[in-house]
T-cell receptor, first 113, second 114 residues
Framework: DADVTQTPRNRITKTGKRIMLECSQT?????MYWYRQDPGLGLQLIYY???????NKGEISDGYSVSRQAQAKFSLSLESAIPNQTALYFC????????????FGPGTRLLVL | SQKIEQNSEALNIQEGKTATLTCNYT??????LQWYRQDPGRGPVFLLL?????KEKRKERLKVTFDTTLKQSLFHITASQPADSATYLC?????????????FGKGTKLSVIP
């Protein structure tokens, strides 16, 4: 089984809808991250969480919110989706300690019409 | 402004040759730099990490160098194979304090031609 899973893998929604992307991990890591990837722009950090009670904004958090329900679960919400949120979204985890590598999920492809 | 740049969007090389990918950064003083591989439609996969006090790191056919004076990392794949075709991303810690965040380059798409 995959260590970092994301659901759904693909999602089509309409402008103004609220949607949630979910991430689960079995690696036992405290740190979890949400990124979006757009062609030509690379990975951009949306939110990150160092533990269940610690959530921080990344470089592009506007229009997004997150919830860390448990050590293993970190969900990303788009309260009112807009077309420029169409992108590939990745969840990642890392262990404690500086320099620890990040382990990515398979991604969720989101299309906002 | 802070920038992390990978030398080219795409690189084509012949099978068996050495591929060299470049990552340059400005206005950062990272404590470490990482390289990831990403296949189409998949999440990045970690390959190598090199710290600021290390000049070179190797893993099988992969070699990474880190020159903090030039603010540059080079990523080499020797005896390249078609299976090495992928996009390669460099990433660094933006704070330089050994933080837990990463800033990623846009990647270089490597194609190894049989």
């Amino acid at each position: 089984d995959a260590d970092v899973t994301q659901t759904p893998r693909n999602r089509i929604t309409k402008t103004g809808k609220r949607i949630m992307l979910e991430c689960s991990q079995t690696k036992g890591h405290d740190r979890m991250y949400w990124y979006r990837q757009d062609p030509g722009l690379g990975l951009q950090l949306i939110y990150y969480s160092f533990d269940v009670k610690d959530i921080n904004k990344g470089e592009i958090s506007d229009g997004y919110s997150v919830s860390r329900q448990a050590q293993a679960k970190f969900s990303l919400s788009l309260e009112s989706a807009i077309p420029n949120q169409t992108a590939l979204y990745f969840c990642a985890t890392s262990d404690t300690g500086a320099g620890e590598t990040q382990y990515f999920g398979p991604g969720t492809r989101l299309l906002v019409l | 402004s802070q920038k992390i740049e990978q030398n080219s969007e795409a690189l084509n090389i012949q099978e068996g040759k050495t591929a060299t990918l470049t990552c340059n950064y400005t206005n950062y003083s990272p404590a470490y730099l990482q390289w990831y591989r990403q296949d189409p439609g998949r999440g990045p996969v970690f390959l190598l990490l090199i710290r600021e006090n290390e000049k070179e790191k190797r893993k099988e056919r992969l070699k990474v160098t880190f020159d903090t004076t030039l603010k540059q990392s080079l990523f080499h794949i020797t005896a390249s194979q078609p299976a090495d075709s992928a996009t390669y991303l460099c990433a660094l810690d933006p704070s330089g304090a050994g933080s837990y965040q990463l800033t990623f380059g846009k990647g270089t798409k490597l194609s190894v031609i049989p």
